[in-house]
């Protein structure tokens, strides 16, 4: 996604010329708890907000040669005159608008995918069909009826066309009847699909022919699941087959820490538990979402609380004295965040050592169910989680009793999760918070919600986003 900065006349014409006072100490704390290029887009967002803010109590009563502003019963004629009366009088509300701006530009950042410049020559149209495979022999019922599995796997390798890749992808999933995701880039490629067996399998085999790829059985994670596990199919071109936010060409996943098997990272954990001192000369790091770590995770880890991985680099940046001079051991579901996120904690250069998990959870519970994972693990479909064994570390979200369970929160538009168990659901506790609760309510008359539709929850500025370990 192109972003247009502060300072850009075509962007910011309507408000390039307005002064806006110095960041208030608070913003300033905050901006320095961002990376270079975030403070860049929240300087952008609070200009922007300053903007608007003043543009909504201009007089349009006025004429357009004589313009004056009304604000708390006050009339200011001079634009120094308004601009420093809102800068000392209305900090809060500037403050709230710069955060959903900010968090609305963020999330426009992660999800938007690559799109073809103007300019840009469009690629000659490319026959996908040698690479997806003959199924006359096989019938539309084996295809859609039957056990099924869900498939995740990530695959880095140089694309030259990513656009020609996710062509035969599409192409290749619609035919096997598959649903689920897949993430196409220059760096690689990374999806998660369901289907019956016998359509998973035959995915696996073209993508293990496929003289790109050339990948292995064993680079699958699979699952009981099937197609009913996704709403759809979702294939497309983006910057990153993860999503870091930071540009791949910069960190790339060929600075990745060293693999473990899971037999091996079974030991090192094993000996880290046994020392009894954890952190001290080694930290065992969870680099997943608080909301996956909350309801399973390695004995006795570190688990930060942030809400996406795009926001691990500045968890990073905020805590390198915590990882200097230290061994660390690093894990995410399939191991495909651990890639990039080891490479960008090496890339500070402050640890002693930065080991991952192969394959992630998913491999080592294949090998250790009853090991030192616990809990569930949360997988990116309609099933929201898996097990391997019967532990459950996490309550409900209202009552407090043990509960893992998540749905989505019942608020009309609102994405988050919940874990609401059965009699606080009974007794209409359904919404993430208080703030949705009380929403809920208000809209229980209204037309239902469209599934494609999203907003950002009222209650998430109130939610830290990178919190502070030291």
């Known amino acids: 996604a192109k972003i247009k900065m502060a300072g850009d006349e075509t962007s910011c014409s309507e408000f390039i010329n307005w002064d806006l ?93 690559e799109t073809q410049q103007p300019n840009e020559r469009k690629a000659e149209p490319v026959d996908v069909s040698a690479w997806i495979p003959e199924t006359s022999h096989i019938s539309v019922e084996q295809l859609q009826k039957g056990p099924g599995k869900v498939l995740l796997y990530y695959h880095y390798c140089q694309l030259e066309d990513p656009h020609v890749i996710c062509a035969w992808q599409k192409a290749l ?12 880039a220059t760096e690689g490629i990374n999806g998660t699909v369901g289907g019956t067996k016998t359509a998973t399998d035959i995915y696996i085999e073209a993508m293990c022919s496929h003289p790109l790829f050339r990948m292995e059985k064993e680079d699958f994670k699979t699952s009981d699941g099937g197609a009913e596990c996704f709403t759809d199919l979702r294939v497309g071109v983006y910057k990153e087959i993860v999503p870091m936010g930071v540009d791949p060409d910069i960190i790339s996943y060929q600075l990745a820490g060293v693999h473990l098997e899971p037999e091996e990272f079974h030991k090192e954990v094993e000996t880290l538990l046994a ?12 680099c997943r979402n608080f909301y996956e770590s909350k ?48 490479a960008y904690l090496r890339s500070k250069d402050v640890c002693k050592e930065v080991y991952q998990l192969k394959g992630g959870i998913h491999k080592y519970l294949e090998r250790f169910p009853e090991g030192f994972y616990r809990g569930k693990l949360f997988v990116f479909d309609e099933r929201y989680t898996i097990s391997s064994n019967s532990d459950v570390i996490s309550d409900c979200r209202y009552c407090g009793c043990p509960w893992d369970q998540y749905e989505l929160c019942s608020t009309q538009f609102c994405c988050q999760l919940v874990l609401s168990c059965p009699g606080c659901r009974q007794n209409g506790l359904t919404a993430c918070c208080p703030t949705c609760q009380t929403k809920g309510k208000a809209q229980s008359e209204t037309s239902p919600a469209s599934p494609h539709h999203k907003e950002e929850c009222d209650c998430t500025g109130g939610r830290p986003r990178i919190p502070q370990d030291v």
């Open 275 to 286: 020392k009894g001192d954890l952190c001290s000369d080694t930290i065992l790091l969870d």
């Open 173 to 184: 999933c619609e035919k096997l009847h598959l649903t689920g995701k897949v993430r196409v």
């Open 21 to 113: 006072d110095t960041p208030t100490s608070n913003e300033l704390k905050q901006e320095k708890q961002l990376s270079a290029s975030q403070r860049r887009y929240y300087s952008f967002c609070r200009r922007k907000s300053f903007s608007a803010f003043v543009a909504s109590k201009r007089d349009g009563s006025q004429e357009e040669g004589s313009p004056s502003w009304c604000c708390c019963g006050q009339t200011f004629k001079e634009h120094a005159a308004i601009h420093k009366h809102v800068a000392r009088t209305h900090e809060a509300e500037i403050r709230q608008l710069t955060q959903e701006t900010y968090q609305h530009l963020l999330s426009q950042l992660e999800e938007e995918p």
């Open 295 to 342: 309801i399973g995770q390695f004995t006795r880890c570190l688990a930060p609380d942030i809400r996406k991985f795009s926001y691990f680099p500045d968890y990073v940046d905020q805590n390198l004295e915590l990882f200097r001079d230290k061994k660390v051991l690093m894990y995410c579901t399939g191991g495909i965040r651990c890639e990039r996120g080891s």
